[in-house]
């Protein structure tokens, strides 16, 4: 199992050493456009191996697409993050570029991968990939829900006092801090509601502050944050890698599915061995419908600022 992780800044890196952490693939290449960037990376985090107990082979590269050849699976990193006040829509000028050109160099040293995208904004990303590449469409799926949601379980343990591993959530709709659905109508503590035990109003208040989880951090730290996103990745890449046949709301093309159609957006859906090997549809109330349609519209608009 060979993954390349485009892009070793700071999620790129996250995410290269979750993945070296959980030790199921044989080699994990990141690439970096900064010379010697990704190699000093590749060399500090294999410094780990003998401490952290991993057989995984970390290597840098600096753009040279032919180290990243027969990959099973690439993650494009690559972008830049957002700074303070900046929305991830404000991003789309310089990572479409950089997307596009990324995902067309994997593509020709891999014909088989499977892309995960992760630069923002995100749900256009995954989008513009779809759009210009021939990858089939259970090949390239987009990461936004599976930290969205690990933020929901965040502020859900929060407010019910809990450990996270008591609860469990699920965030759909778009990545954006307007987008998001959190689904509180459907968070449980250990199989039960978490609506017996939280009013409506602080239910609400823990889908207001997972929206904005991004932004929360993005002012703490001067920039996007990189281990919740890094781990968010891992968790894809493993279920892909080890065919888990796990579910987790990813950024996938719509054809008709929730009524809607010709984009990528979150929704949960079945990650093994051939990347989404199924979109699951669930009931929604009218009022998560309505949320859902909106967050689409949100993020058609933002693919319409694309020039494919
Ligand atoms: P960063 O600035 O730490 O790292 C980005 C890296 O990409 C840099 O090392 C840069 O040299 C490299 N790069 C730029 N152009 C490149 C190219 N053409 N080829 C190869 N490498 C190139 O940024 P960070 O914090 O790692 O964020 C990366 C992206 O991920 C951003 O767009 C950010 O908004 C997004 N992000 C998405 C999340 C999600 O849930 N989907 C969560 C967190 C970040």
């Known amino acids: 199992m060979k993954v390349t992780v485009v892009g070793a800044g700071a999620v790129g890196a996250s995410c290269a050493e979750y993945i070296a952490i ?3 693939a044989s080699e994990v290449v990141l690439l970096d456009i900064k010379e010697d960037y990704a190699e000093g990376k590749a060399m500090d985090l294999m410094q780990t191996a003998s401490l952290n107990g991993f057989d995984t082979k970390i290597t840098g590269s600096t753009n040279d697409y032919s180290k990243t050849a027969n990959s099973d ?6 972008g830049i993050p957002r700074k303070p006040g900046m929305t991830r829509e404000e991003l789309i000028g310089i990572n479409a570029g950089i997307v596009k050109e990324v995902s067309s160099n994997l593509i020709k040293h891999s014909p088989d991968v ?3 995208v992760v630069s923002n904004p995100m749900d ?3 989008y513009l990939v779809h759009k210009t590449t021939n990858l089939p469409k259970n090949k390239i799926i987009g990461m936004g829900g599976a930290l969205d949601s690990a933020r929901f379980k965040y502020r859900l343990a929060e407010a ?3 450990p996270a591993s008591d ?4 965030v759909i709709g778009g990545h954006s801090d307007t987008g998001m659905v959190p689904l509180t109508r459907l968070a449980t503590r250990n199989s039960v509601l978490a609506s017996e035990f939280l009013s409506e109003d602080r239910l609400n208040q823990v889908a207001e502050d997972t929206k904005v989880g991004g932004a929360t951090l993005t002012k703490m730290l001067g920039t996007s944050a990189w281990y919740a996103p890094g781990a968010a990745v891992s968790g894809l890449v493993q279920a892909i890698a080890c065919d888990q046949q796990k579910m987790f709301p990813c950024s996938a093309l719509l ?5 809607l159609s010709d984009l990528c957006i979150g929704v949960p859906v079945i990650l093994g061995k051939n990347g989404i090997e199924k979109i699951v549809e669930i009931d929604l109330s009218d009022a998560e419908k309505n949320k859902l349609k909106e967050s689409s519209e949100g993020v058609k608009k933002t693919n319409g600022l694309l020039e494919i």
């Open 160 to 162: 019910l006092d809990a």
């Open 22 to 24: 959980k030790n199921f």
């Open 255 to 259: 054809e008709g599915e929730y009524g």
């Open 73 to 78: 699976i690439a993650v494009i990193t690559s």
């Open 124 to 126: 256009t990303m995954t």
């Open 167 to 170: 609860v469990d959530g699920m």
């Open 114 to 116: 499977t892309i995960i």
